[in-house]
């Protein structure tokens, strides 16, 4: 896809991407109740991009760590091969997962959270 398509397909705001939403959810419930309702249940934690500051969206709309992630996922269970059950392989990834977060949570941040607190001060002197 074009990069002009993508910029003009993407979501600016909250209700845009909520009209979106709508859409999805009529195109293809029919066909995917299953993922549908998935979807409709857990959309509100993807959602909350939109609740952020305008800065950290650069950083945020990159799957990169996901994928590395993913990536160490895949390497890790292509060792073991075969699981004894579905309890085992999601014990490892949670395992992964937790490991993947401390090393994150240690590493450089390339995320400014003065930002984020001021973006909170200003949505909450707008409330009042």
Request: hydrophobic content about 40%; aromatic content about 8%; overall charge positive.
């Amino acid at each position: 896809m074009p990069a002009g398509v993508a910029l003009a397909l993407r979501p600016r705001d909250l209700a845009e991407a909520k009209a979106d939403l709508a859409a999805w959810l009529a195109k293809w419930s029919g066909r995917y109740p299953r993922l549908t309702s998935w979807g409709e249940e857990t959309i509100e934690c993807t959602l909350t991009f939109f609740c952020l500051p305008r800065q950290h969206h650069k950083h945020l709309k990159s799957t990169n760590m996901l994928e590395r992630l993913n990536e160490e996922i895949r390497r890790r269970t292509y060792v073991v091969r075969i699981f004894p059950n579905a309890e085992s392989c999601l014990r490892l990834v949670r395992a992964l997962a937790v490991e993947t977060n401390e090393n994150w949570m240690e590493a450089n941040r390339y995320i400014n959270m003065d930002d984020l607190r001021e973006h909170k001060k200003l949505a909450l002197r707008q409330a009042a």
